[in-house]
């Protein structure tokens, strides 16, 4: 099946910091990704909508100025956790939809944040 | 925002017992996926449901799409240890093919040998 990267797989920061984890699909092209965020014991909740060369769509509560996503090609979006705080500290997961397989999504491994 | 309905939280079953899982929705679905989760990694999908009433199957694991489209099921035959995890039922808003996925909140699974 289609593969999706993540990077980092963990990491640990300061408050105050700015953090940036990538979202690489491996053999298939992703006009579409997506940014989840979940916590512990709960589901994924959807942040943002990344399309290939336009802004993102961000979700009802979701700060686009903190958390500032960039599509810059058919196989790379960033998610980039400006400012981080303690309360931003979550497992992020991002998605890519293969339009040549029935518009499926398949997941990357996830990012853990961790803001001290 | 939304989410569906998903029943039960949580499972403890013996190795070799049968399961069932479903989905609810008030909302008229265009597509339904199934996916598992094991701690510390992302979701992978199982199963993948396209049309009304449409029934499929991967191995162990059958899952249904309602015929109303509001409604899937995902059955586990003969469980394993390796078959714990989270498992999330996900669907794709009608007419909307494509856009982003609407996450249930998950069935978390035990399995005791």
């Known amino acids: 099946g289609a593969v999706v990267s993540q990077h980092p797989s963990r990491v640990i920061c300061k408050s105050g910091t700015s953090v940036k984890i990538e979202c690489r699909s491996l053999?298939?092209?992703?006009?579409?990704m997506f940014w989840y965020r979940q916590f512990p014991k709960q589901s994924l909740m959807l942040m943002a909508t990344s399309n290939e060369g336009s802004k993102a769509t961000y979700e009802q509560g979701v700060e686009k100025d903190k958390f500032l996503i960039n599509h810059a090609s058919l196989t790379l979006s960033t998610l980039t956790v400006t400012s981080a705080h303690p309360e931003d500290s979550s497992f992020y997961i991002c998605?890519?939809?293969?339009?040549?397989?029935?518009?499926?999504?398949?997941f990357g491994p996830g990012t853990r944040l961790t803001v001290l | 925002g939304q989410q569906l309905n998903q029943s039960p939280q949580s499972m403890f079953i013996q190795e070799g017992e049968d399961v069932s899982m479903n989905c609810t929705s008030s909302?008229?679905?265009?597509?339904w996926l199934w996916y598992k989760q094991d701690p510390g990694e992302g979701p992978v999908l199982l199963i993948a449901?396209?049309?009304?009433?449409e029934l499929t199957s991967n191995g162990r694991l059958t899952a249904q799409f309602g015929i109303t489209r509001k409604d899937s099921f995902l059955n586990i035959s003969a469980s394993i240890p390796s078959d714990v995890g989270i498992y999330f039922c996900a669907g794709q808003l009608a007419p909307q093919a494509g856009t982003a996925l609407i996450f249930g909140k998950g069935t978390t699974l035990s399995v005791s040998s």
């Open positions: 053999d298939f092209q992703a006009t579409t």
């Open positions: 449901l396209y049309k009304a009433g």
């Open positions: 909302s008229i679905f265009n597509t």
């Open positions: 998605s890519a939809r293969d339009r040549l397989a029935r518009n499926e999504q398949f």
